[in-house]
């Protein structure tokens, strides 16, 4: 399973930012896909995630700003980050839950994108 995290950079407050995440898997099928940022000093945190089924959750800090969605045909999930704040800033990683028997899911990781919100 390789993941591969692009789009972040350094954007005023206000603004949009769109991440990208290509996920590659040659074994197994995906469970969800998601989001997750760490910023300087803090632990990980959940940002968003969507199951397989489309059903999509997101962390009470971004609800209605943030919006995860993917395009199958390309492998490929996206979360659009709309109304950015400061506290938006962190690295984002973009993870993938795996089943691949016998596991029924193992997490992935990408190496991470830096999001930087200047106010």
């Known amino acids: 399973v390789q993941l591969q995290a692009f789009g972040g950079g350094l954007v005023q407050a206000g603004r949009s930012l769109r991440l990208s995440c290509a996920v590659s898997v040659t074994r197994g099928s995906v469970n969800a896909t998601g989001w997750y940022r760490q910023a300087s000093g803090k632990q990980r945190e959940l940002v968003a995630t969507i199951t397989s089924g489309g059903r999509t959750n997101y962390a009470d800090s971004v609800k209605g700003r943030f919006t995860i969605s993917r395009d199958n045909a390309k492998n490929t999930v996206y979360l659009q980050m709309n109304s950015l704040k400061p506290e938006d800033t962190a690295v984002y990683y973009c993870?993938?839950?795996?089943?691949?028997?016998?596991?029924?899911?193992?997490?992935?990781w990408g190496q991470g994108t830096l999001v930087t919100v200047s106010s």
């Open positions: 993870n993938a839950n795996v089943r691949s028997w016998p596991m029924i899911g193992k997490d992935y």
